[in-house]
């Protein structure tokens, strides 16, 4: 530890010793006169009911604000906790300004909603010790996740049991089932470009139609044809529940009416209707047909590991009902659907904002295909070869990183660093963007640069802080195939589209919902790019 820091410290302990309202002491003999202060008062005959209440009710908050201090310590963050509700309002209307003074209050700060104590670290090491610590912290989700995914869904997994099923799913992501994936990919691509360009050079919010195109493509890549288009059109609907139920804090009880309980009716829909694909990729695969989607490569390599352990005498494999297989497609469109929708706005925006990359992107396009092949289909040795597109992703998810923070949870108490020991049962939330945002391993950090990823450019010795895809035993299992998503949409759309941003003065202003966007919805307009027309 640094002196400066050391002396801080001490400095703290200090000012705690003296008589301060964090003193342990001050707190415990807080809590023993409002007890005895309880015990008389209801012990009296003559008392009023009124004075009695009122007696509680002051007394609740005064508990309250004991335990919210008790835990708070030295940490920044509110002096007192807002009666019952605390950080609640905030939570309700994030806006990226409160995230980032949040950020800028130091290494960890604090905050409190209802009767949940949440510590927010803000730099790179120690978001990273998070991320990597399974002996203190776990993943979490907002309490209205386990009514929406079902309690039994594998993301609430843990340790072995964790690691155990995630191996079983890495087949999903192998370079030959993102081969499976490019053809799909492409189809869908085609489709909504068609649709863009049949508004004839219309200008309006972008926002809804990227995440239409992005909600699309996961449908079919995940689960295939098997599914109509008006179902698919209807899911992606279904889905915007599921995302509004993102809250930080919803109502506790899924009663009618209520996000979580529509967000619930909308799961119901959306599982039924992949149960419908499975049944149909089971048939298939039974016929002997190749795989088409991620489900088929499920289903298939569960199938090959089974015929394995009974040619080999072992124990069969643990079988996975449709429901289960289910439930897991539907954690990857959860886990993907708003992060990537995010990417990709912020990509078309910040494409169009820079032409002279774009006009690079279209070169590289143009070389690695060959001028008279721009038409032929997508693979992925032609993603390998767009190496400064590549460069333009990371960079689009450097700047405007998706997920700005993951809530973890604190399973023991936990000193995490020489200041502060976080209690047991916190939320604690690592955060992305201070690390993506860092002028030491990214100068310029406000700058769109992809060049940094180059050669030449300095971002590439600084892996630890790109922490887009999180970092540890649950960091982002599609990672590799959101890349490939993100590029190939970015490949296609420069050769045969021209598009135009209608800069506001918000564009450039972030809005928060579940993720980040440009606050006025990416107002474009699109036309055919003719040199493709050949
Ligand atoms: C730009 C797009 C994406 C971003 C920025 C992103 C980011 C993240 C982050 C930050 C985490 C948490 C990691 C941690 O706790 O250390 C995560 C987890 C996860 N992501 Fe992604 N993700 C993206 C796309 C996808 C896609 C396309 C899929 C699936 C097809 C996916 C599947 C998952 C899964 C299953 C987890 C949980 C892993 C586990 O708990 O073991 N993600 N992602």
Request: glycine share 4%; hydrophobic share 40%; aromatic share 10%.
């Amino acid at each position: 530890m640094s002196s400066a820091r050391k002396k801080k410290a001490h400095n703290t302990k200090k000012t705690n010793g003296n008589n301060s309202i964090l003193d342990p002491r001050t707190l415990e003999s807080a809590k023993t006169t409002l007890t005895n202060f309880m015990k008389t008062a209801f012990s009296q005959p003559n008392i009023s009911t009124t004075a009695i209440v009122c007696s509680a009710v002051v007394g609740l908050f005064a508990y309250e604000q004991y335990w919210y201090l008790s835990k708070k310590k030295s940490l920044p963050g509110p002096k007192f906790k807002v009666p019952i509700i605390g950080a609640f309002l905030d939570s309700l209307y994030p806006t990226f300004e409160g995230y980032m003074s949040k950020w800028k209050s130091g290494e960890l700060s604090c905050v409190s909603v209802f009767d949940r104590f949440v510590v927010i670290a803000s730099t790179c090491d120690i978001s990273r010790k998070i991320l990597n610590s399974p002996a203190f912290a776990e993943p979490t989700v907002v309490d209205s996740m386990t009514y929406i995914l079902c309690p039994d869904n594998w993301v609430f997994l843990n340790g072995k049991a964790h690691v155990d099923y995630r191996r079983g799913l890495n087949v999903l992501f192998t370079r030959r089932a993102l081969g499976i994936y490019i053809p799909i990919q492409e189809k869908v691509y085609e489709r909504h470009f068609n649709e863009w360009l049949s508004l004839d050079g219309k200008v309006e919010a972008y926002q809804m139609r990227f995440r239409e195109i992005n909600m699309e493509s996961s449908l079919r890549v995940f689960l295939g044809d098997f599914m109509s288009d008006e179902v698919a059109k209807r899911i992606s609907l279904e889905y915007f529940n599921i995302t509004a139920a993102l809250e930080l804090v919803n109502f506790p009880i899924p009663l009618p009416g209520t996000k979580v309980y529509k967000a619930i009716q909308s799961r119901k829909y959306i599982v039924k209707h992949f149960i419908e694909s499975i049944r149909d990729g089971r048939k298939r695969l039974e016929k002997g047909e190749e795989p088409k989607s991620l489900m088929d490569a499920w289903l298939q390599a569960m199938k090959e590991e089974e015929i394995e352990c009974e040619k080999a005498g072992k124990a069969a494999p643990r079988k996975f009902d449709d429901r289960e297989i289910a439930l897991t497609i539907l954690t990857f469109l959860f886990a993907s659907q708003d992060a990537t929708s995010s990417a990709l706005t912020w990509a078309f925006q910040l494409l169009a904002d820079h032409p002279d990359i774009l006009d690079r992107v279209r070169e590289e396009q143009i070389r690695i295909r060959g001028a008279d092949h721009l038409n032929q289909p997508l693979t992925l040795e032609l993603m390998d070869a767009s190496v400064f597109l590549r460069q333009v992703v990371k960079e689009i998810l450097r700047l405007r990183p998706p997920v700005l923070m993951v809530p973890y949870k604190t399973t023991r108490e936990w000193p995490i660093n020489d200041n502060y020991t976080v209690p047991k049962g916190a939320m604690v939330i690592p955060t992305t963007y201070p690390a993506l945002h860092d002028p030491v391993a990214y100068p310029n950090p406000d700058n769109f640069d992809p060049d940094r990823w180059g050669p030449n450019g300095q971002a590439e010795k600084h892996p630890k802080n790109f922490m887009v895809f999180g970092n540890g035993p649950h960091h982002c299992l599609g990672k590799e195939y959101a890349m490939m998503h993100l590029m190939a949409i970015i490949a296609q759309a420069s050769l045969q589209l021209d598009w135009t941003h209608y800069r506001t003065d918000k564009s450039d202003d972030i809005s928060i919902f579940a993720t980040i966007y440009p606050q006025d919805g990416c107002i474009m307009s699109f036309k055919k790019r003719e040199t493709i027309a050949a």
